[in-house]
């Protein structure tokens, strides 16, 4: 009788545990860790260049492949440089613009 309920409570942890492990989210970095393995795969990279690869995708995770992602401070600028050029700003026009554009906060 003990061993017959000992042999079931046995098979029912085992049963259960699968279901647990199943429903366990990924984080995003071990997301990003499977998009950018998988990435290296498809393009059948080995070696330090798989590394190089991999490295650089973790980094960038938001930016495409090859893309350096910038930082805050650098998007500001992206756009404020982007502003000047369309208002066709030259000489201490553009260094004003770009001054107070850099000053805005949001």
């Known amino acids: 009788m003990k061993i017959t309920l000992l042999v079931t409570l046995l098979v029912g942890l085992f049963s259960l545990t699968p279901v647990g ?4 989210q990924l984080t995003p970095q071990q997301q990003r860790m499977t998009t ?3 990435q290296a795969t498809a393009q059948a ?3 330090d260049s798989r590394k190089t690869y991999m490295s650089d995708c973790l980094k960038n995770a938001s930016s495409k492949p090859g893309e350096k992602s910038l ?3 650098q998007q500001k600028m992206r756009e404020c440089n982007s502003q000047a050029t369309q208002q066709s700003l030259k ?6 613009f770009m001054s107070a554009c850099l000053k805005k906060t949001g």
């Open 71 to 73: 930082n805050p401070q």
């Open 21 to 24: 492990a199943q429903d366990k």
């Open 91 to 96: 000489g201490d026009d553009r260094n004003k």
């Open 45 to 47: 990279l080995k070696g």
């Open 36 to 38: 950018c393995n998988q």
